[in-house]
């Protein structure tokens, strides 16, 4: 069993930085895939990254790719998503994932974790 906390989101102007934080909580963290989602009032959930159980490789979508950028910390049992270059399209609740598998992550359907979201919102 897998919990995860999401942190850092908040209200920042366009340009801006942030940078989200997803604590997992059980000894088999390491093992696991993890992703970024988020969703936007009115619209889909979308993926947004993914990292593998080690770090060695990583998926963004093409929205967010040279903005963001995933990273964990398997001995904190977190994983990362900085974000950089901020735009009020980025506003959105955002969620972690974690599933034992890189490309469940990725396709996000069926993924075994999900935490309860942090909202970033991006202003003008």
């Known amino acids: 069993q897998v919990q995860l906390v999401e942190s850092g989101g908040g209200l920042v102007q366009a340009g801006g930085s942030l940078k989200l934080s997803c604590a997992a909580s059980?000894?088999?963290?390491?093992?696991?895939?993890m992703g970024w989602f988020r969703q936007a009032p009115g619209k889909e959930r979308e993926f947004v990254a993914a990292?593998?159980?080690?770090?060695?490789?990583?998926y963004y979508a093409d929205s967010v790719k040279g903005r963001f950028t995933i990273a964990r910390g398997n001995a904190k049992n977190t994983v990362y998503l900085q974000m950089d270059s901020l735009k009020p399209e980025d506003t959105a609740v955002y969620y972690c994932?974690?599933?034992?598998?890189?490309?469940?992550?990725?396709?996000?359907?069926?993924?075994?974790?999900w935490g309860q979201g942090t909202q970033v919102t991006v202003s003008s």
């Open positions: 994932v974690a599933d034992l598998h890189y490309d469940t992550v990725v396709a996000g359907t069926g993924a075994d974790y």
């Open positions: 059980g000894r088999t963290f390491r093992t696991y895939a």
């Open positions: 990292i593998n159980w080690n770090g060695g490789r990583t």
